[in-house]
Nanobody, 116 residues
């Protein structure tokens, strides 16, 4: 079992920055992919960024160049969000999975609100 706890969300003005953190614990030995997803009201949950075991990263086109995902040796994962836009407003979820086909584990989410 894996436990994920997100923190760092909040209210910020457009153009501002936030850093989200995901504290991971439990049976992490099988986890190879850590990711951040978000879900805005009335929309489906979408991938924001993910980092694979070898350090390779993938970003949604809408955040590329503004967001940076990183991870430490304990598999705690971070999302640095710069130049935030109102359309970035959503609940952000941390995800941990052994491979891309598995649903994996989810955190409880943290709210990010960007005001215009």
């Amino acid at each position: 079992q894996v436990q994920l706890v997100e923190s760092g969300g909040g209210l910020v003005q457009a153009g501002g920055s936030l850093r989200l953190s995901c504290a991971a614990s439990g049976s992490l030995f099988s986890i190879n992919i850590m990711g951040w997803y978000r879900q805005a009201p009335g929309k489906q949950r979408e991938l924001v960024a993910r980092i694979l075991g070898g350090g390779m990263t993938n970003y949604a086109r809408s955040v590329k160049g503004r967001f940076t995902i990183s991870r430490d040796d304990a598999k705690n994962t971070y999302l640095q969000m710069n130049s935030l836009k109102p359309e970035d407003t959503a609940v952000y979820y941390c995800n941990a999975r052994p491979n891309s086909l598995a649903q994996g584990y989810w955190g409880q989410g943290t709210q990010v609100t960007v005001s215009s």
